[in-house]
T-cell receptor
Framework: RKEVEQDPGPFNVPEGATVAFNCTYS??????FFWYRQDCRKEPKLLMS???SGNEDGRFTAQLNRASQYISLLIRDSKLSDSATYLC????????????FGKGTKLSVKP | DTGVSQDPRHKITKRGQNVTFRCDPI?????LYWYRQTLGQGPEFLTY????????KSRLLSDRFSAERPKGSFSTLEIQRTEQGDSAMYLC??????????FGQGTRLTVV
């Protein structure tokens, strides 16, 4: 069974807070990992890829732990505009595999 | 516009009718994916293509669903004998192998 698990939230945080999301996946053969952002009634948008060494893009940091089969997303200095659903995505079964989405974690940043 | 485009954006159909959706991927992308999404859920995988080859089809996809990508460019998704449970947003995405995928704006299907 293909499983990508996320805490659905919602995470309600004040502006300026730091918030972290985790995601676990069940297929140890997975090779590529991504975080997407989805606004209400819009299509998902690629936020960032997740590399083994960890990677950072401005206020966003993604990390991968292959041994424990989870990935994380850290958002620092939250903005109101960060309010969205964050989707964890795992390439299933190596380079030929499809992309499997988690159900998403909802973030609400309050003033 | 060089992004992924989907047509139509909205479709209302009567139960039992057939519907067909079209997806035009980003031109240099060799992979094309179809997903279905309902409110409050993540995108649910339906099928994907690498070039013109359909590499995987979800077991959740009944025989009423079929997808094609005849020349490795655009793709169509057909649903035969639609049911109310087919009402959802149908999303298409494209990518280069191993890279993140880019989505179109989706086709919202309502079966009445």
């Amino acid at each position: 069974r293909k499983e990508v698990e996320q805490d659905p939230g919602p995470f309600n945080v004040p502006e300026g807070a730091t918030v972290a999301f985790n995601c676990t996946y069940s297929n140890s053969a997975s090779q590529s990992f991504f975080w997407y952002r989805q606004d209400c009634r819009k299509e998902p948008k690629l936020l960032m890829s997740v590399y083994s060494s960890g990677n950072e893009d401005g206020r966003f940091t993604a990390q991968l732990n292959r041994a424990s089969q989870y990935i994380s997303l850290l958002i620092r200095d939250s903005k109101l505009s960060d309010s969205a659903t964050y989707l964890c995505v795992v390439n299933w079964g190596g380079s030929q595999g499809n992309l499997i989405f988690g159900k998403g974690t909802k973030l609400s940043v309050k003033p | 516009d060089t992004g992924v485009s989907q047509d139509p954006r909205h479709k209302i159909t009567k139960r039992g009718q057939n519907v067909t959706f079209r997806c035009d991927p980003i031109s240099e992308h060799n992979r094309l994916y179809w997903y279905r999404q309902t409110l409050g859920q993540g995108p649910e995988f339906l099928t994907y293509f690498q070039n013109e080859a359909q590499l995987e089809k979800s077991r959740l996809l009944s025989d009423r669903f079929s997808a094609e990508r005849p020349k490795g460019s655009f793709s169509t998704l057909e649903i035969q004998r639609t049911e109310q449970g087919d009402s959802a947003m149908y999303l298409c995405a494209s990518s280069l192998s191993g890279r993140g995928a880019f989505f179109g704006q989706g086709t919202r299907l309502t079966v009445v």
